[in-house]
């Protein structure tokens, strides 16, 4: 259930939210809404804006308030997001040896805050998250990551395969974790600019992604289960790479 101070509901109030910079985390417009100038008004300032927007069926809009929302109805961010193409050239600037972590279609809010927690205390630089089919920065998700969120930076991409080609022309070494790596975890090399990526429980790392990774990393497992659950699995790439970069000497300010 989202809670009411996580969205605004209203063709005029969330042209208004658009116009007045709000962190928007997306608008959900009726799949069928169309004509009249008010929604034409919407849909332009949604594109002048750059606003991620979705169409959906009424019923999805109704599940989150039965009051007249018009056909329209912007969710909010409990934090702003970051530009991933202004982030790291601020991190090489400050002599540092870039840590991000990039979740490629990960939907599940509380393993989110999860991982944000452990990528906070493990001195990540930023998480990277792609605009559509995946989990976004609520209250809930701040509340699970217990306010890591409010102090770990997160960016949002067009798609997580942009983010890993752009990182890979700046010079980061792409780790991605799946039981496809014929490499185990530990081996892989995280002492420079890395870039750790994790995939969805279901279906795992995305084909495309997977191409484009430098090194497919796997952690061993013994019992009979299969597969660690994805925040327990992120914490264990995460903590191979700072065992790896305070063995090397470095530290993270």
Request: charged share 25%; with cysteine; glycine share 10%.
């Amino acid at each position: 259930m989202i809670d009411k101070k996580e969205y605004i509901f209203g063709l005029r109030a969330v042209i208004e939210a658009i116009e007045a910079g709000k962190d928007i985390d997306r608008v959900l417009i009726r799949k069928d809404l169309a004509g009249g100038d008010l929604a034409r008004e919407l849909l332009a300032k949604i594109k002048e804006y750059g606003v991620v927007s979705q169409r959906v069926p009424l019923e999805k809009l109704n599940r989150i308030t039965m009051k007249n929302h018009q056909g329209a109805i912007a969710l909010l961010s409990a934090v702003g997001y970051y530009d991933l193409e202004q982030m790291v050239p601020s991190l090489y600037e400050e002599g540092m040896l870039p840590f991000i972590v990039l979740l490629d279609g990960i939907t599940d809010t509380h393993n989110f805050g999860a991982i944000a927690r452990t990528a906070e205390c493990a001195g990540v630089d930023t998480i990277v998250i792609p605009e559509r089919n995946s989990v976004r920065v609520s209250a809930d998700a701040v509340k699970t990551s217990a306010g890591a969120l409010l102090h770990l930076p997160v960016c949002r991409t067009r798609s997580i395969e942009e983010a890993v080609r752009y990182l890979k022309d700046s010079g980061f070494v792409i780790v991605g974790a799946t039981e496809k790596g014929v490499q185990d975890y530990t081996e892989a090399d995280y002492t420079g600019p890395v870039a750790i990526v994790m995939g969805a429980e279901d279906t795992g790392i995305s084909d495309p992604v997977l191409r484009l990774c430098d090194t497919l990393a796997a952690i061993p497992i013994i019992g009979s289960i299969g597969s660690l659950n994805v925040s327990v699995a992120a914490g264990v790439m995460m903590y191979e790479a700072v065992r790896q970069r305070i063995g090397a000497g470095q530290s993270h300010e």
